[in-house]
């Protein structure tokens, strides 16, 4: 591969990178639904238990883990409050802070989520490590090309 431009094999290792992504997200997806949640419940519950040890995350670090608008994520929020998946839980050093944590329910639910999401992506990366390995742009991504 020349410094200027991508060969042939890098754009069809770019594609089925991207096609192993996607299928990946709709599986995701798909088993959301079968667990009776939707894909954005889903990810709620994830960035909630994904944040870390501590106190759980506020509406707005939600918001930041999904990319989405504060109010969006508030309403998400509240419809998964409505459906049992999580609670509000004021800060105990300061009372004006909501932070989330899941329920019994929601971390049900993301326990046999979570086990199905990592033997999936067990079974993939062995088809799509080598595809991101294989690509070597970091010198061109990193220089701006």
């Not at 742009?137 to 220089?143: C, I, K, N």
Request: proline fraction near 3%; avoid cysteine.
């Amino acid at each position: 591969m020349t410094a200027d431009r991508l060969a042939d094999e890098d754009y069809r290792r770019l594609l089925q990178l991207r096609t192993g992504l996607r299928r990946f997200l709709r599986w995701s997806e798909e088993q959301a639904r079968l667990a009776g949640l939707t894909p954005a419940q889903h990810q709620l519950l994830l960035a909630v238990r994904g944040h870390g040890a501590g106190p759980g995350p506020t509406i707005g670090d939600v918001a930041d883990s999904l990319l989405l608008r504060h109010h969006s994520a508030v309403e998400l929020v509240q419809r998964a409050e409505a459906a049992g998946l999580v609670t509000r839980v004021h800060d105990q050093y300061d009372g004006r802070v909501v932070r989330l944590a899941l329920s019994r329910r929601g971390r049900t639910a993301l326990e046999r989520l979570s086990q199905l999401h990592v033997e999936e992506l067990e079974r993939l990366a062995n088809r799509l490590r080598p595809l991101w390995e294989g690509l070597e742009l970091s010198d061109q991504v990193g220089r701006g090309r």
